[in-house]
């Protein structure tokens, strides 16, 4: 397939970029599910008679839909870009890439999507990491989800009509923060809906004090979420800059530049660590450990854009056995450092 595609590229250059530009068409139109003819223009810089010729001509091939609402992605076309995903990844040089950050890390695994249409990147990254997700996941694993607004977007992307009763969802911390649309529980309920499988929830805060931690994890219905945790099979998780967590988590100023000045970059189920991935501060929370963290089969880490790049790094240097989802912005920054 690789050398056909070279070879298309010399002889008939045009064949390549009308399939870029018909894939980008499909994929704006799936990522938005109901989109009109000038806003899909706009989002890929298109003029609308070019926009207006390709459409009719997907429409015929029975990709998409059209209605007074707008343009919208049939299963056929859903079907159609992840058939041509990875031939688009070579064409773009995505795939090279992808290895490249791998070597670099020392992961078990990059995915990377274009960077091109900006505000539509996060979109894209989550969807890849939901694509990869269902790939792996079979009936029986436990999989364990944190929250914040990545992972919250992970889970609306799932998209599968398979059931997984023996499934179990469960988070992987306790409550944090203020926005409940963000919180693991939440995030955990929407996953296994669109799962049709189990779950259990933690109604607790992410973190307590020692005293309080002994008392409420003795507590039955707690305990068994607690032991699911720690037989995680798969994790998804997003990465989280340390000033950012820090002030999410309400951490008190002297505390704050005390991780800084140890130089923390990232944090992680509580812990905030440095470059080099050495803990330089530890909260009492409710969450997997570290040690569960390294065993687990799967860590899935997904993250969009150049500011989280030293946190990314950072984690890798913790643990090697992590899938990476991400965008090529954040690849190439990755490389420079």
Not at 18 to 30: D, F
Not at 121 to 141: P, Q, S, T, W
Not at 273 to 282: H, L, Q, R, S, Y
Not at 309 to 317: C, M, Q, R
């Amino acid at each position: 397939m690789k050398d056909l595609i070279k070879i298309q590229q010399k002889l008939i250059p045009q064949a390549i970029e009308l399939m870029k530009k018909r894939y980008a068409i499909l994929n704006q139109i799936s990522l938005s599910e109901s989109i009109g003819r000038r806003a899909l223009s706009n989002k890929l810089n298109l003029t609308e008679r070019v926009v207006r010729s390709e459409i009719e001509f997907l429409k015929e091939q029975g990709f998409i839909n059209i209605d007074t609402s707008g343009m919208s992605i049939t299963n056929d076309g859903e079907e159609m870009i992840k058939s041509l995903k990875d031939i688009i990844n070579d064409i773009m040089g995505l795939s090279t890439l992808e290895e490249k950050v791998r070597n670099k890390l020392g992961v078990k695994k990059v995915l990377l999507v274009s960077s091109d249409y900006k505000e539509d990147v996060l979109k894209n990254v989550v969807r890849c990491g939901a694509e990869y997700f269902l790939g792996i996941l079979k009936d029986e694993d436990v999989v364990a989800i944190t929250g914040g607004s990545t992972v919250r977007e992970f889970a609306n992307n799932i998209k599968t009509d398979k059931k997984y009763p023996h499934v179990r969802v469960v988070p992987a911390r306790g409550s944090m923060g203020k926005d409940i649309e963000h919180q693991s529980n939440n995030v955990v309920a929407t996953i296994s809906k669109k799962l049709n499988s189990k779950y259990k929830l933690l109604h607790i805060p992410d973190e307590l004090g020692e005293e309080a931690m002994k008392t409420i994890t003795r507590e039955p219905e707690i305990k068994r979420t607690l032991d699911y945790m720690k037989k995680t099979d798969i994790l998804v998780f997003g990465i989280g800059k340390a000033d950012e967590m820090a002030k999410k988590r309400r951490i008190e100023e002297d505390k704050l530049d005390y991780i800084i000045n140890k130089g923390g970059v990232g944090e992680a189920f509580g812990h905030f660590f440095d470059k080099n991935g050495e803990i330089v501060f530890k909260l009492n929370t409710v969450a997997i450990d570290l040690e569960t963290f390294k065993n687990i089969k799967e860590n899935i880490a997904i993250c969009s854009g150049i500011n989280k790049v030293d946190a990314l790094i950072a984690l890798t240097n913790i643990n090697k056995n992590i899938v990476v989802v991400t965008d090529e912005d954040s690849a190439n920054e990755i490389l420079k450092r």
